[in-house]
């Protein structure tokens, strides 16, 4: 798996068959096509943190059990594991990945590629604004 990010320019016509166009290049410059930032992307997880610091468990969605909280999510913490391309380590290694949220998302590996988790924190502003 990998990450790509693209910028493009919004379409506002319809097609011919009421649908909506696919964003375009259309050669303006602060436009670009899908462009690698990160490969060999092991894990990819989101944790919403609610108003009291801590994780929202279950992920509030409209259908569960905490849907009231879905407009209280203040901090999502993202975390994305990558691996090495090549083999890292001279011989096999058991090296243990925790995830944030869920120890059943934990990546444990024996073998030679490094193995590596970013966490970023995205602080969502006005998601309760109606």
């Keep these: 798996f990998a990450i790509y990010k693209s910028k493009r320019k919004w379409n506002k016509d319809l097609d011919t068959d009421g649908n909506w166009e696919d964003p375009e290049f259309d ?5 670009y096509p899908d462009e690698l930032i990160v490969d060999y992307v092991q894990d990819m997880e989101f944790v ?6 801590l994780k929202i468990s279950p992920p509030p969605t409209y259908t569960n059990a905490n849907k009231e909280k879905i407009f209280k999510i203040k901090v999502v913490d993202i ?3 990558t ?7 001279k011989s096999n ?6 995830a944030l949220g ?3 998302r934990n990546i444990t ?14 602080h969502a502003r006005n998601l309760g604004l109606q």
């Design 93 to 98: 290694i058991t090296k243990t990945i925790f």
């Design 27 to 31: 050669g303006d410059a602060l436009t």
């Design 102 to 104: 869920d120890a059943a």
């Design 109 to 122: 590996k024996t073998d030679k590629y490094l193995r590596d988790s970013i966490i970023v924190s995205a």
């Design 48 to 53: 919403a943190i609610g108003e009291d610091g």
């Design 79 to 81: 975390i994305i594991t």
């Design 83 to 89: 691996r090495s391309t090549k083999p890292f380590y």
